[in-house]
């Protein structure tokens, strides 16, 4: 079963930026995509970005309108999500989540996800 261990949400001024990181143990699979969705106040899960098999692409959602990077880490299973120029829209809990080989649909389709951090940006 996969652990997820997410950090770097907080409060940051609209503008600023934000770098999340999360460390997955418990894979069942080498052949993994790693992505972040988010949720804000009252709303649905959208897909902000994953990264396909091996790390090999990056897929993007609508969401942040190419203000957010994902990237892996040196290990296996370790991932990271940079959001800058944040806007106050982009208040939600941020969720690191995986699927087995690829990206799923709409980047928000996965086979488990993290507890998620909560990113509020102020005005």
């Known amino acids: 079963e996969e652990q997820f261990v997410e950090s770097g949400g907080g409060l940051v001024q609209a503008g600023g930026s934000m770098r999340l990181s999360c460390t997955i143990s418990?894979?069942?699979?080498?052949?993994?995509?790693i992505g972040w969705m988010r949720q804000g106040p009252g709303l649905g899960r959208e897909g902000v970005a994953c990264l396909g098999v091996r790390g090999n692409r990056a897929y993007y959602g609508a969401s942040m309108d190419g203000r957010a990077r994902i990237s892996s880490g040196d290990k296996k299973g370790v991932a990271y999500l940079q959001l800058d120029d944040l806007k106050p829209e982009d208040t939600a809990e941020y969720i690191c989540?995986?699927?087995?080989?690829?990206?799923?649909?709409?980047?928000?389709?996965?086979?488990?996800w993290g507890q998620g951090v909560q990113v509020t940006v102020s005005s």
């Open positions: 418990g894979l069942r699979s080498e052949e993994v995509a």
């Open positions: 989540a995986v699927n087995y080989p690829w990206c799923g649909s709409s980047l928000v389709v996965y086979h488990a």
